[in-house]
């Protein structure tokens, strides 16, 4: 019944590794998002998706890439990982993209690098 | 991006009010949210305020909208332990994606 969905809650992982976290919608919405929420507890937007295309990229770095199989979901793969990418990971989704579009969230991946 | 700034503790005693204070300077937002983050859990959805109104109720909250100020606030009666949380105004960023505030953490003490 969950409406955002993301996986792994926790992951652990070594310097300079490749992961992907998963996030899954069953809201029929069409767009989705991922924050990063840095250890001082700051949100900001890294990417939008709507139906499946690209809309934002806040100056993420390219090694963190985006996949969305459908509309239902949107994947992050991060290649490399550096200490710096320890962070929370959300996802979110809302209807439609615009300004009036109530974004609802996933429970955050917390990702650690060694 | 455009700034949303909100002051990062406070303290009340269980059963008080609390006021949480927001200020932003994208003058285009139309939706202010306030999210709630419980220790360790996602975000929440609280409220939303259109840009148009002043002022919205919704049981134990109130959010107050000062458009010429650029200034939200949020008031939680009757404060309980389980309001403990930390609080994130946001605004639109461009319509396009949420622009937070760092977040107040708000401690209910008995």
């Known amino acids: 019944d969950t409406a955002v969905s993301q996986t792994p809650k926790y992951l652990v992982t070594q310097m300079g590794n490749d992961k992907s976290i998963k996030c899954e919608q069953n809201?029929?919405?069409?767009?989705m998002y991922w924050y990063k929420q840095d250890s001082k507890k700051f949100l900001k937007i890294m990417f939008s998706y709507n139906n499946k295309e690209l809309i934002i990229n806040e100056t993420v770095p390219n090694r963190f890439s985006p996949k969305s199989p459908d509309k239902a979901h949107l994947n992050l793969h991060i290649n490399s990982l550096e200490l710096g990418d320890s962070a929370v990971y959300f996802c979110?989704?809302?209807?439609?993209?615009?300004?009036?579009?109530?974004?609802?969230f996933g429970p955050g991946t917390r990702l650690t690098v060694l | 991006g455009e700034d949303v700034e909100q002051s990062l503790f406070l303290s009340v005693r269980e059963g008080d009010s609390s006021v949480i204070n927001c200020t932003y300077t994208d003058s285009s937002s139309t939706y202010l949210y306030w999210y709630k983050q419980e220790p360790g859990a996602g975000l929440q959805l609280l409220t939303y305020i259109f840009s148009n109104m002043d002022m919205k109720q919704d049981q134990r909250l109130t959010v107050l909208l000062n458009k010429k100020d650029k200034h939200l606030s949020l008031r939680i009666a009757d404060t309980q332990t389980g309001d403990s949380a930390i609080y994130f105004c946001a605004d639109s960023n461009s319509g396009y994606a949420l622009n937070f505030g760092k977040g107040t953490s708000l401690l209910v003490t008995p």
């Open positions: 979110a989704s809302s209807p439609n993209i615009g300004i009036t579009d109530t974004q609802y």
């Open positions: 809201l029929g919405h069409d767009t």
